[in-house]
């Protein structure tokens, strides 16, 4: 027997191609906890992270047949579970609290390098989503996330009114949330593309 044909990960994928239902088992059992904590970290909801864990085991069985994996079955199944996340922010982008654009840096700082991969995509979406904002809404938002001012210290330090401030970040946050139905599938497409077919 040749050396690929030893190897774990084949092993398991030629037994899903002739639709044996253990192996799919063996894969949720090994890998569903560090995949839901790995979502949880990123949408902090349990229900729409049961969500993900559900559709990325679903698909697998679903494409069984024509299941082509050139990476690590890990890594296949990390990418997957971020495809998944995003498609969750897409779908509730109008359900998922404020807070998940917010205070990103300080949420990710444990965590395992795929949750870390997440953080790094989501915060490069965000800041592609903020520089295409007018100047001054711009501004008020950097004050607002990266220097944390309060909105009365960034009021005084723009001689504005705080309810301008509140207008500006208001105005950010809409237009991040919006932006998670288009670019970021996008996004995940290319990533996925570049690095589970190299």
Same mark, same amino acid.
């Given at each position: 027997?040749s050396?690929?044909?030893?190897?774990?990960?084949i092993l398991?994928?030629?037994?899903?191609?002739?639709n044996?239902?253990?192996a799919?088992?063996?894969?949720?059992?090994?890998?569903?906890?560090?995949?839901?904590?790995?979502? &949880?970290?990123?949408?902090?909801?349990k229900?729409?992270?049961?969500?993900?864990?559900q559709?990325v085991f679903?698909n697998?069985?679903?494409?069984r047949?024509k299941?082509?994996?050139? +990476?690590?079955?890990k890594? &296949?199944?990390?990418?997957?579970a971020? &495809?998944?996340?995003f498609?969750?922010i897409?779908k509730?982008?109008?359900?998922i609290?404020? =807070?998940?654009?917010?205070?990103?840096n300080t949420?990710?700082?444990?965590?395992?390098?795929?949750?870390?991969?997440?953080?790094e995509?989501?915060?490069q979406?965000?800041?592609?989503?903020?520089?295409n904002l007018?100047e001054k809404?711009?501004?008020?938002?950097?004050?607002?996330?990266e =220097?944390?001012?309060s909105?009365k210290?960034?009021?005084?330090?723009?001689?504005?009114?705080?309810k301008t401030?509140?207008?500006h970040?208001t105005?950010?946050?809409?237009a991040?949330r919006?932006?998670?139905? +288009?670019?970021?599938s996008?996004?995940?497409?290319?990533?996925?593309?570049?690095?589970l077919?190299?």
């Amino acid at each position: 027997m040749s050396k690929q044909n030893l190897n774990p990960d084949i092993l398991i994928l030629n037994r899903l191609k002739r639709n044996d239902e253990s192996a799919l088992t063996e894969l949720y059992n090994k890998f569903w906890q560090p995949l839901f904590m790995a979502s &949880y970290n990123v949408l902090k909801d349990k229900e729409l992270c049961e969500d993900v864990i559900q559709d990325v085991f679903m698909n697998i069985w679903h494409n069984r047949e024509k299941l082509e994996i050139h +990476t690590s079955l890990k890594s &296949y199944l990390y990418a997957c579970a971020r &495809y998944q996340v995003f498609n969750q922010i897409k779908k509730n982008k109008d359900k998922i609290r404020v =807070e998940l654009f917010e205070e990103l840096n300080t949420r990710f700082q444990n965590t395992t390098p795929e949750t870390q991969l997440m953080h790094e995509e989501l915060i490069q979406h965000i800041n592609m989503v903020v520089n295409n904002l007018p100047e001054k809404c711009q501004l008020v938002y950097k004050l607002s996330r990266e =220097e944390q001012l309060s909105h009365k210290e960034i009021a005084e330090r723009l001689d504005i009114s705080t309810k301008t401030v509140e207008n500006h970040i208001t105005k950010a946050l809409h237009a991040i949330r919006l932006s998670m139905g +288009t670019s970021t599938s996008m996004a995940m497409v290319l990533w996925l593309s570049k690095n589970l077919f190299k």
